[in-house]
């Protein structure tokens, strides 16, 4: 047996490390660690926005305003803030007439429908993880204080970016289209339905088509839709186009769908209540 | 250990991992992984394995996955099994050269890379960054002593 470093214990080594894995095993594969995650992660932002909101913020004003171009800078960013939010204003205009036409959702109420926009800043979105890994998520905080709940449709101006869950009052997580363990309902024009699942990279999500069930039509660049089937996102948004058809099978072919909205594009996103 | 040093200890991990992501954001195009979080443990085991032990790679295991919001207890199970595995071949890694150490916590890089690679990038495994983060690993280890003497100098660790 290998002789170890003084003053080490092998029962202590081993002990840690089977410990460690056993905690590994159960949060991959019940997710039982989510709550601590979710406080250690909205802690850090709370400090990280109380710290610049009330600390660095103020320090920075105090100081810009000596210098005329901190001013124009700041400006700046408020206007583009702006044009951000009445981008997605403008998004829901163009869009309304579909997203009421939404037979999915309550259909006693279908001209009544008022869709309610909710203005959120993201105030976490790690970029790394992103574009490496297959968790796709960010969190935001609404700039009304209102009661976010899960499965709230997110958009910006480019259109459906992802689902909300819900963290605590005044913070939840936004699911991206592309992250693995995300499903979006779609459809093409020629009535061709199916469920995507997020590929794990940005901007992609996918669909395996078994070919045995029936003919199915779709071309390279064809647009993709959301079905509205599930209830949680809005039937006949536009979310991307067909960006590749790979053949698994002789029988069963995966198609990659493109998506439109780019969640790096802006920091306003909008939730749908 | 101090719990001066514990602190002082946990804030620079804290750092290097900030640094890892903030590099890998522009690697990653070229296939490339940094991991100096994970190198500067394996180094300060091997420099220390009295104080570096497996309970404190447990714990800055723990701070990474939660830092990094990854499935919790990854970062930590890969540390304290490094850890493990330095003290089990602490005398056999004495007696090897610079290089061959930097060439032996390259491989040591090279599973930690693939192993976290299967878990959180499941749908897009690549063999070219494992095979890739070898040599990143290599070039990043004949920094890591350097770094770790400027930051740790005024511990006795």
């Known amino acids: 047996m290998a002789r170890l470093p003084d003053r080490s214990s092998r029962f202590m080594l081993i002990a840690t490390f089977v410990i460690c894995s056993s905690i590994l095993f159960v949060d991959f594969r019940f997710d039982a660690f989510k709550p601590v995650q979710n406080f250690y992660k909205s802690s850090s932002i709370f400090i990280r926005v109380f710290s610049s909101e009330y600390i660095a913020r103020p320090l920075y004003r105090s100081l810009s305003s000596i210098r005329d171009t901190g001013r124009a800078k700041e400006e700046n960013q408020n206007l583009k803030e702006e044009l951000n939010k009445q981008l997605i204003e403008n998004y829901i205009i163009s869009n309304k007439k579909i997203l009421n036409r939404n037979i999915f959702f309550d259909v006693t109420t279908l001209e009544k429908l008022d869709l309610k926009l909710i203005p959120a800043k993201v105030v976490d979105f790690d970029v790394n993880q992103y574009r490496c890994c297959d968790k796709h998520r960010m969190f935001l905080l609404p700039e009304v204080s209102s009661d976010i709940d899960s499965f709230k449709v997110v958009i910006n101006p480019e259109g459906i970016v992802g689902q909300t869950i819900k963290v605590n009052r005044s913070l939840f997580e936004v699911v991206l289209l592309s992250d693995k363990s995300h499903r979006i309902p779609i459809q093409n ?16 999500i996918f669909c395996d088509v078994d ?28 979310i991307g186009s067909i960006y590749e058809i790979q053949d698994l099978t002789p029988k069963e072919v995966r198609i990659i769908i493109d998506l439109n909205a780019d969640p790096l594009t802006s920091n306003y996103f909008g939730v749908l209540l | 250990m101090k719990l001066s040093e514990l602190v002082f200890l946990t804030v620079i991990f804290i750092l290097l991992s900030f640094f890892d992501s903030q590099v890998n954001l522009f690697l990653i195009d070229f296939f490339i992984v940094s991991n100096t979080t994970y190198l500067f443990l394996c180094y300060l085991c091997f420099r220390n394995p009295q ?30 099994l490094s850890i493990l595995l330095i003290n089990y071949n602490y005398f056999r890694l004495r007696m090897f050269s610079t290089l061959q150490i930097t ?54 660790l």
């Open chain 2, 103 to 156: 060439a032996t916590f390259s491989f040591f890089t090279v599973f930690f890379v693939g192993f976290k690679g299967i878990l959180v990038s499941t749908m897009n495994f690549q063999y070219l960054i494992v095979f890739i983060s070898f040599f990143s690993a290599f070039f990043t280890y004949l920094f890591v002593p350097s770094l770790g003497k400027f930051l740790i100098k005024k511990t006795k």
């Open chain 2, 51 to 80: 104080k570096i032990n497996s309970l404190f790679g447990a714990y800055i295991g723990f701070i990474i996955d939660l830092h990094q919001n990854t499935f919790f207890g990854l970062n930590a199970t890969l540390f304290t």
């Open chain 1, 189 to 204: 024009e020629n009535n061709f339905y199916c469920e995507a699942s997020g590929l794990g990279i940005p901007k992609k």
């Open chain 1, 211 to 238: 070919l045995t069930l029936g003919d199915k039509d779709f071309d390279l660049k064809q647009k993709i839709y959301s079905s509205g089937l599930g209830g949680i996102f809005p039937k006949g948004i536009e």
